[in-house]
Antibody, heavy 118, light 107 residues
Framework: EVKLVESGGGLVQPGRSLKLSCAASGFSFNDYWMGWVRQAPGKGLEWIGEINQDSSTINYTPSLKDKFTISRDNAQNTLYLQMSKLGSEDTAIYYC???????????WGQGVMVTVSS | DIQMTQSPASLSASLGETVTIECLASEDIYDILAWYQQKPGKSPQLLIYDASSLHTGVPSRFSGSGSGTQYSLKINSLQPEDFASYYCQNGLSAPRTFGAGTKLELK
């Protein structure tokens, strides 16, 4: 069974950094692109970015490129999202997802809430 | 970047009815389009990929069609579990943007 479990969320002060993790199991992690999507409260889905199997290609949505960094550790079957200079606009549920060929997400984690507030 | 315009933003329908949701891309995306369903408090679930291919386990009352810049998701004979939000996604190139979503509500 494909399983994706996000962790690392919580309450963080404006301007601070936070690193999310996504533990993958039930499939061969190093065979897949992976990605991050977020959803602000009551809003739609926002694509954050993606990373290919060997981390040689990483793409971001332009507005987040200087704030967020996606990485992965294939030995640990874990995907990461490093977030910096956080503001209230970054308050959202963050999902990790598996992408068979980068073009769509076939499995999603349950999401982790990040709240940016003083 | 490719923009995805989804319509309608909300839709009210009855059980057993058939509904259609539209998605317009700002440029040709060559059928590289996905549709997702999201229920309140849950993660999105893939319904359709490559514009018309049904994901594993998705009921056959869901279907996708379209080409070029215009795509649609059709749900036949609405069931209680179908009342949810739906999103399209550009899969052709990064950033792989989502449409703004359609909230399907029970009339």
């Amino acid at each position: 069974e494909v399983k994706l479990v996000e962790s690392g969320g919580g309450l963080v002060q404006p301007g601070r950094s936070l690193k999310l993790s996504c533990a993958a199991s039930g499939f061969s992690f190093n065979d897949y692109w992976m990605g991050w999507v977020r959803q602000a409260p009551g809003k739609g889905l926002e694509w954050i970015g993606e990373i290919n199997q060997d981390s040689s290609t990483i793409n971001y949505t332009p507005s987040l490129k200087d704030k967020f960094t996606i990485s992965r550790d294939n030995a640990q079957n874990t995907l990461y999202l490093q977030m910096s200079k956080l503001g209230s606009e970054d308050t959202a549920i963050y999902y990790c997802a598996r992408a068979p060929g980068a073009d769509y997400f076939d499995y999603w984690g349950q999401g982790v809430m990040v709240t940016v507030s003083s | 970047d490719i923009q995805m315009t989804q319509s309608p933003a909300s839709l009210s329908a009855s059980l057993g009815e058939t509904v259609t949701i539209e998605c317009l891309a700002s440029e040709d995306i060559y059928d590289i389009l996905a549709w997702y369903q999201q229920k309140p408090g849950k993660s999105p679930q893939l319904l359709i990929y490559d514009a018309s291919s049904l994901h594993t386990g998705v009921p056959s009352r869901f279907s996708g069609s379209g080409s070029g810049t215009q795509y649609s998701l059709k749900i036949n004979s609405l069931q209680p579990e179908d009342f949810a939000s739906y999103y399209c996604q550009n899969g052709l190139s990064a950033p792989r943007t989502f449409g703004a979503g359609t909230k399907l509500e029970l009339k």
